[in-house]
């Protein structure tokens, strides 16, 4: 018994695709057995199979393509999260550096439930404080004089 090179032995159906140029074959070779399970011959089929293997191929890029924008989609609302969740936080971050450089004419932004609003609150009592010792400082200035 003789296999062609790269077959399983003992011989069993073998299936391929070839492309051909613009054409694609689906080739499938099998063994004929005789009686004694000895390969007498092979039957050799191919079927014209150009259409499917473009169809196989538009669904593999709609897919990837798919993949990609779920991807980009998926980064774009991470980013967008991020941004919405840190806006609050730098502005509270810009509110409390014109704070420390001596103005208190800054609006404080308003406070919610949660971190960013008892970093808001904390402001508001800093700049409360600071608005106090401005006035006593003022006081005494005005006493010494």
């Given at each position: 018994?003789?296999?062609?090179?790269g077959w399983p032995n003992p011989p069993m159906t073998h299936w391929e695709?070839?492309?051909?140029?613009?054409?694609?074959?689906?080739?499938t070779i099998g063994p004929i057995l005789d009686a004694d399970?000895?390969?007498?011959?092979?039957?050799?089929?191919?079927?014209?199979?150009?259409?499917?293997a473009a169809a196989d191929r538009l669904r593999t890029l709609i897919m990837l393509g798919s993949a990609a924008a779920m991807v980009?989609?998926?980064g774009f609302g991470m980013?967008?999260?991020?941004?919405?969740?840190?806006?609050?936080l730098n502005e509270a971050v810009?509110?409390?550096?014109?704070?420390?450089?001596?103005?208190?004419?800054?609006?404080?932004?308003?406070?919610k439930n949660d971190e960013?609003?008892?970093i808001s609150a904390g402001l508001e009592r800093f700049k409360t404080n600071l608005m106090k010792t401005r006035e006593l400082e003022e006081e005494q200035r005005c006493q010494q004089e």
């Amino acid at each position: 018994m003789v296999c062609p090179v790269g077959w399983p032995n003992p011989p069993m159906t073998h299936w391929e695709e070839i492309s051909t140029g613009d054409r694609t074959l689906a080739v499938t070779i099998g063994p004929i057995l005789d009686a004694d399970d000895e390969v007498r011959s092979y039957l050799v089929t191919t079927r014209d199979v150009t259409e499917q293997a473009a169809a196989d191929r538009l669904r593999t890029l709609i897919m990837l393509g798919s993949a990609a924008a779920m991807v980009l989609l998926l980064g774009f609302g991470m980013w967008r999260i991020l941004v919405i969740s840190f806006r609050p936080l730098n502005e509270a971050v810009a509110v409390l550096d014109k704070l420390s450089q001596g103005e208190i004419d800054v609006d404080i932004p308003q406070a919610k439930n949660d971190e960013v609003g008892m970093i808001s609150a904390g402001l508001e009592r800093f700049k409360t404080n600071l608005m106090k010792t401005r006035e006593l400082e003022e006081e005494q200035r005005c006493q010494q004089e």
